[in-house]
């Protein structure tokens, strides 16, 4: 690198870089002389002189201002477009069909309505409120219910289904019948038969008794009938016996007869009383007997339950909108297949959870989406009492999937649910008049 220098009188000079400086040195050394005989000194200018700023510098950094300028500009515009939406602004978004962003229609900073000094407060922050936008989806009335298999059905199969998409079913009608079916008859089967062996017994048992206590009955007569003649014949012999006529012997064997007579009658007595009631039905054995036909009726009802289990019944009346399984396969978790009243449509909306207390019941709704022909109409019938996470997203990437939203239930119009009786699940953007509800 060259470097200026000047010596004591001021005169420029120029000199060579370190590496010849160097070199001076050493031939000094050689040729005996100091560095003060070298004199005058050498002052070294140590910043470079590149001379004038090159004009293609400047006009670089002029750019560059002017674009901050601008970026500048632009965001001032974003922010005032976003928070406050001038009139201007509002006119040339509705002549371009835009909306704002951040998931809102409205200004995000709205200014305080002014009111009529006789105007109530109420009324006056109503004025002018936007509409409620949400997403939703459209659903039976009654929902959709999902078919599962009975409880006990365990690991059953799917046999035969009864009904396809599309069908009509009425409340308890059977929309399936399980594997397990066969089973179950033959144990409904058993239980039948052994209530009618039991009802067998039990009438076996009643003309068994029935018979005994007849013959009890006539035990009992006959052994009184023997008492008294054994009582007469031994009165008899005692007057013969008194008058000398009769022997000591026959009077004891006449007296004999007369205690064994009361004996057989106490013993008819005692084979009578296990019938002492008049009504067969009360007899013990009869009573055992009729035990074991309620026993058995009781094993036929629940083999009769546990038939049931065979077949998937409709648990409401509507129309069966997805069938899950198909001959030969085992429930899921999913369930067999989804029920719904599709007569009465409803929308689902999802509404912010900053903007519920705009919505009131009656509200009017508007349900738009490509797949319909045309706006469909209804009023708000149900809002919701829990915050839950938004489960309806918009296709934009850039849209919120993580609000808290309250779910409002609207019902649509009879000619509205004709059109959309076919679709439901249908995402859905619904628009919700504020403050003209009840």
């Known amino acids: 690198?060259?470097?200026?220098?000047?010596?004591?009188?001021?005169?420029?000079?120029?000199?060579?870089?370190?590496?010849?400086?160097?070199?001076?040195?050493?031939?000094?050394?050689?040729?005996?002389?100091?560095?003060?005989?070298?004199?005058?000194?050498?002052?070294?200018?140590?910043?470079?002189?590149?001379?004038?700023?090159?004009?293609?510098?400047?006009?670089?950094?002029?750019?560059?201002?002017?674009?901050?300028?601008?970026?500048?500009?632009?965001?001032?515009?974003?922010?005032?477009?976003?928070?406050?939406?001038?009139?201007?602004?509002?006119?040339?978004?509705?002549?371009?069909?835009?909306?704002?962003?951040?998931?809102?229609?409205?200004?995000?900073?709205?200014?305080?309505?002014?009111?009529?000094?006789?105007?109530?407060?109420?009324?006056?922050?109503?004025?002018?409120?936007?509409?409620?936008?949400?997403?939703?989806?459209?659903?039976?009335?009654?929902?959709?219910?999902?078919?599962?298999?009975?409880?006990?059905?365990?690991?059953?199969?799917?046999?035969?289904?009864?009904?396809?998409?599309?069908?009509?079913?009425?409340?308890?009608?059977?929309?399936?019948?399980l594997d397990s079916e066969?089973?179950?008859?033959?144990?409904?089967?058993?239980?039948?038969?052994?209530?009618?062996?039991?009802?067998?017994?039990?009438?076996?048992?009643?003309?068994?008794?029935?018979?005994?206590?007849?013959?009890?009955?006539?035990?009992?007569?006959?052994?009184?009938?023997?008492?008294?003649?054994?009582?007469?014949?031994?009165?008899?012999?005692?007057?013969?016996?008194?008058?000398g006529f009769a022997a000591e012997q026959t009077y004891d064997q006449r007296r004999a007869a007369r205690d064994e007579a009361s004996h057989e009658v106490q013993r008819a007595q005692a084979q009578l009383s296990r019938y002492d009631s008049d009504r067969l039905d009360e007899q013990a054995d009869v009573l055992v007997a009729r035990r074991n036909v309620d026993t058995a009726k009781a094993d036929l009802a629940r083999a009769s339950a546990d038939l049931d289990k065979a077949y998937v019944r409709a648990p409401i009346t509507g129309t069966v909108l997805t069938v899950h399984v198909r001959p030969g396969e085992k429930p899921g978790t999913q369930g067999l297949m989804n029920l719904g009243n599709i007569e009465q449509m409803t929308v689902e909306v999802e509404v912010y959870q900053t903007q519920i207390d705009r919505v009131a019941l009656g509200s009017a709704v508007e349900v738009t989406a490509e797949a319909l022909p045309q706006p469909l109409h209804g009023r708000v019938t149900r809002i919701g009492l829990e915050v839950g996470r938004q489960t309806a997203i918009d296709a934009d990437p850039a849209a919120n999937t993580d609000a808290r939203v309250v779910k409002v239930t609207a019902a649509l119009e009879p000619g509205a649910s004709w059109l959309v009786r076919r679709l439901t699940n249908l995402q859905v953007t619904a628009r919700i008049s504020a403050g003209d509800g009840s």
């Open 182 to 243: 066969r089973a179950l008859l033959a144990a409904v089967a058993t239980a039948r038969a052994q209530l009618s062996a039991r009802e067998a017994t039990l009438v076996q048992v009643k003309a068994s008794v029935q018979a005994s206590r007849d013959e009890a009955r006539a035990t009992l007569a006959r052994a009184e009938t023997t008492y008294q003649n054994a009582v007469r014949e031994f009165e008899r012999v005692g007057t013969l016996r008194q008058r």
């Open 1 to 177: 690198m060259v470097q200026r220098c000047y010596s004591r009188s001021g005169k420029p000079m120029v000199i060579a870089d370190q590496d010849q400086v160097h070199v001076a040195r050493v031939a000094d050394a050689a040729n005996g002389r100091t560095e003060s005989e070298r004199l005058p000194l050498l002052v070294v200018q140590r910043t470079p002189d590149y001379g004038p700023a090159p004009s293609h510098l400047r006009r670089g950094l002029r750019l560059a201002g002017l674009i901050l300028v601008a970026m500048g500009l632009v965001a001032l515009g974003g922010f005032v477009g976003l928070y406050f939406q001038p009139p201007g602004l509002q006119k040339l978004m509705a002549v371009l069909q835009l909306q704002p962003g951040g998931g809102t229609s409205s200004p995000i900073a709205v200014s305080v309505a002014q009111r009529d000094p006789g105007q109530p407060r109420a009324a006056a922050i109503k004025v002018n409120q936007p509409a409620v936008v949400g997403l939703g989806r459209l659903l039976p009335k009654s929902e959709v219910v999902i078919v599962a298999p009975p409880f006990g059905a365990g690991d059953a199969r799917v046999a035969s289904l009864k009904a396809e998409e599309g069908d009509e079913v009425e409340q308890g009608a059977v929309l399936a019948v």
